[in-house]
């Protein structure tokens, strides 16, 4: 297929994806009021002037209240929201990589960004990655389909989702979220480029340990998706040189890929240790929330909340109206869906939003690819070497499963509902999805079945980007 034709279309497809992301940006609620908010600066202030606290310090009367991490306690006494108080002190659980980033603009232009900034930076980044990891399977595996399907699958990948919301909602939980999801996709394209290659690149490969301990330093909720991108790729470099009859060859790349991370890893342990005397403490255990986190700290994590948790992130249903936009989302569920199944009074949804099932019923096709590998991973557990797993689909699925499961365990598991969180796991579904579809459209022999196919395929992708942008606008 012309390549000047598939950019040409793809670009096409991003511009009216930047355009409506120009709109929710423009419509955000926090304009009413002239900021956002300013983490990442006050961060990286405190980090030129040789601190790890906020110069920002907690007032006084927050200070001697037998308990400040009880929020009745202080609730007339203002105070830094979300912010960590450990040993008089002000700081953040926020990762810090961003405000290290922003140091040198500050230092040089003098700029002092609203947590906004990094929002729209990253956000715009992650679509951007998305679109050219799609752009370079549809290269090399998709040219089957139909060049028209291309815009199709790029409007889908900018305009479902929470994005739009995000951009008109830009703080700093939005910002770190879209911040640790940007690196961890930057890193698994920067991989597929890697690893496709004739020879393993190990430079490639390097970058690819920086940027996934970037997204580390950036959420550190990440560990779990990046953890399983990391094993799957060490697998696939350890086969590769078991086929070549030179195992210790794979030692390079796997150096290569891992000691970023490890190094990555050493930084973050010192940086909680020389805040809060402990290398695994971010400070979660002493942030000043909306719920005493202390007194209820071993249920913010728990199995209790999946089922309720995924009901409310791929079943909420949303509201049909004959007033325009039509679409209205709904409010999260905080009532058990199961009457035998009593949940936390801790437990919380915040806002209106939509089940993805629901919402982008095209996130169907994602179960497809995990199932067509099945067969694959049996045959291998039972030593027929006839099947290879190293070859590179096997890594490119393997890789989008683990960072999809990866993201939606924790998320499965907090106590907290918030459309925000689909983050960690939507572009990893999405793009599985994509490739779901092109599976079934590759089995389809008749001319007649995939021109049914691609109808179907049709109409779900521009339901699904009607609806989720209905939706961002009345959530």
């Known amino acids: 297929m012309d390549q000047k034709r598939i950019y040409i279309a793809a670009g096409f497809a991003a511009l009216v994806v930047l355009l409506i992301y120009g709109w929710f940006v423009s419509i955000g609620p926090w304009r009413a009021r002239g900021y956002t908010s300013d983490y990442y600066t006050q961060m990286a202030s405190a980090f030129q002037h040789g601190q790890l606290a906020l110069e920002a310090k907690p007032d006084p009367a927050l200070l001697n209240l037998p308990n400040l991490y009880d929020p009745k306690a202080r609730k007339y006494i203002p105070l830094l929201g979300d912010a960590s108080v450990y040993k008089g002190r002000y700081y953040l659980y926020f990762g810090p990589l961003p405000?290290?980033?922003?140091?040198?603009?500050?230092?040089?232009?003098?700029?002092?960004?609203?947590?906004?900034?990094f929002v729209y930076i990253f956000i715009l980044g992650l679509f951007f990655i998305q679109s050219l990891f799609f752009l370079e399977l549809f290269r090399r595996y998709f040219s089957g389909l139909p060049f028209w399907f291309l815009p199709l699958i790029i409007l889908l990948l900018g305009l479902t989702g929470p994005f739009m919301r995000m951009l008109s909602h830009p703080f700093i939980h939005e910002a770190a979220i879209s911040g640790g999801q940007f690196f961890a996709s930057t890193g698994l394209y920067i991989a597929l480029l890697a690893l496709?290659?004739?020879?393993?690149?190990?430079?490639?490969?390097?970058?690819?340990?920086?940027?996934?301990?970037?997204?580390?330093?950036?959420?550190?909720?990440?560990?779990?998706?990046?953890?399983?991108?990391?094993?799957?790729?060490?697998?696939?470099?350890?086969?590769?040189?078991?086929?070549?009859?030179?195992?210790?060859?794979?030692?390079?790349?796997?150096?290569?890929?891992?000691?970023p991370l490890l190094i990555g890893g050493v930084l973050l342990a010192w940086y909680n240790w020389a805040r809060f005397d402990s290398i695994i403490e971010?400070?979660?255990y002493y942030q000043l929330a909306a719920f005493d986190l202390q007194a209820n700290y071993d249920a913010l994590f728990s199995r209790v909340y999946v089922v309720q948790n995924i009901y409310n992130y791929f079943f909420q249903p949303f509201a049909l109206k004959g007033l325009f936009p039509f679409v209205f989302a709904l409010p999260g569920s905080e009532e058990p869906i199961f009457l035998s199944h009593e949940l936390p009074k801790l437990y919380t949804v915040e806002g209106r939003f939509a089940g993805l099932l629901i919402s982008t019923p095209f996130i169907f096709f994602s179960v497809l690819p995990g199932i067509a590998l099945?067969?694959?991973?049996?045959?291998?557990?039972?030593?027929?070497?006839?099947?290879?797993?190293?070859?590179?689909?096997?890594?490119?699925?393997?890789?989008?499963?683990?960072s999809s499961i990866g993201g939606a365990i924790p998320t499965l598991l907090i106590f907290y509902v918030a459309f925000r969180y689909e983050t960690e796991f939507i572009t990893g579904l999405t793009m599985l999805a994509v490739i779901g579809f092109y599976q079934v459209y590759r089995l389809l022999q008749s001319r007649t079945a995939r021109i049914v196919l691609l109808f179907i395929g049709t109409v779900l992708i521009l339901f699904s980007v009607y609806v989720n942008i209905a939706l961002a606008y009345t959530g």
């Not at 405000?99 to 900034?117: C, E």
């Not at 694959?376 to 699925?397: E, F, P, R, V």
């Open 99 to 117: 405000s290290l980033l922003l140091i040198p603009f500050s230092l040089i232009l003098g700029a002092k960004p609203g947590d906004q900034v």
């Open 196 to 259: 496709q290659e004739t020879s393993i690149n190990d430079r490639k490969l390097f970058w690819v340990g920086v940027l996934w301990a970037c997204a580390l330093a950036t959420r550190i909720t990440q560990l779990v998706p990046v953890g399983l991108m990391v094993l799957v790729t060490v697998l696939f470099i350890w086969k590769e040189g078991r086929k070549e009859k030179a195992a210790w060859l794979s030692l390079r790349p796997i150096i290569a890929l891992t000691m």
């Open 282 to 284: 971010f400070g979660l």
């Open 374 to 402: 099945l067969p694959g991973w049996i045959n291998a557990l039972k030593g027929n070497k006839n099947q290879d797993l190293s070859i590179l689909w096997t890594w490119i699925t393997g890789s989008l499963i683990g």
